[in-house]
């Protein structure tokens, strides 16, 4: 009865290198968010994914960012050529069926990047 | 721009106070939540209030959501050290899109 799976729970890449975080979400939901929080801030949203479909992706930049939520197997958020300024908490979070009026999310504890 | 607004952004109070944090927006929202987040985990979920007025009780923490669904409040009674953490609201339309606030980091001192 797994939670909301990521990893790594940390990762340190240069300038310039390609970071790529991936989650797992809960059994049996099909609704992935990725998310992004500096210290002692709230949440930022970046992107909505579905099985092999990005619904939203409004808040995530239009370079070097991109998401993707294969058939079989995780979700993966691709930051290329990473800057200092991509340096954060990367939050993914799950949820089962939506349109309900119970909707919640279940998060992951997140990846830790850090770019030197 | 903010659609969630939440204050105060920081608080720090003795063990045993009453606290009470708001989040507040000009937008009407079908349902809202409150998570608390500890250093180096993601947001719980504590509740989630769908109707106007709505008032939750978990414990020693009372959730109020606006008349008009666009605000609430969290109170807690005879806080605890255990209670420190970021306290966020979220709130959603059609279930399409969750909507973070900006965020309250409680402390409390033993």
């Known amino acids: 009865n797994a939670g909301v799976m990521q990893n790594p729970r940390h990762l340190v890449r240069r300038r310039g290198q390609e970071a790529r975080l991936r989650c797992s979400p809960m059994?049996?939901?099909?609704?992935v968010y990725w998310y992004r929080q500096l210290p002692e801030e709230g949440l930022k949203f970046m992107v909505y994914?579905?099985?092999?479909?990005?619904?939203?992706e409004s808040g995530m930049p239009k370079e070097r960012f991109s998401a993707e939520f294969p058939k079989e197997g995780p979700s993966i958020l691709r930051i290329q050529q990473v800057v200092r300024g991509d340096s954060a908490a990367y939050f993914c979070?799950?949820?089962?069926?939506?349109?309900?009026?119970?909707?919640?999310?279940?998060f992951g504890s997140g990846t830790q990047l850090s770019v030197l | 721009t903010q659609l969630l607004e939440q204050s105060p952004q920081f608080l720090s109070i003795q063990e045993g106070e009453n606290l009470t944090v708001y989040c507040n927006s000009s937008?009407?929202?079908?349902?809202l939540q409150w998570y608390r987040q500890e250093p180096g985990e993601g947001p719980v979920l504590l509740v989630t209030v769908v109707t106007g007025g709505e008032v939750k009780k978990l414990k020693r923490l009372t959730f109020q959501f606006g008349d008009a669904r666009k605000d609430s409040s969290l109170h807690i009674t005879a806080a605890q050290p255990g209670d420190t953490g970021l306290y966020l609201c979220a709130a959603t339309n059609t279930g399409n899109q969750f909507y973070f606030g900006t965020g309250t980091s409680l402390t409390v001192i033993p």
């Open positions: 979070a799950s949820s089962p069926v939506l349109g309900a009026t119970n909707e919640k999310l279940f």
């Open positions: 994914l579905q099985k092999e479909n990005i619904i939203d």
């Open positions: 937008s009407v929202f079908s349902s």
């Open positions: 059994k049996g939901h099909s609704h």
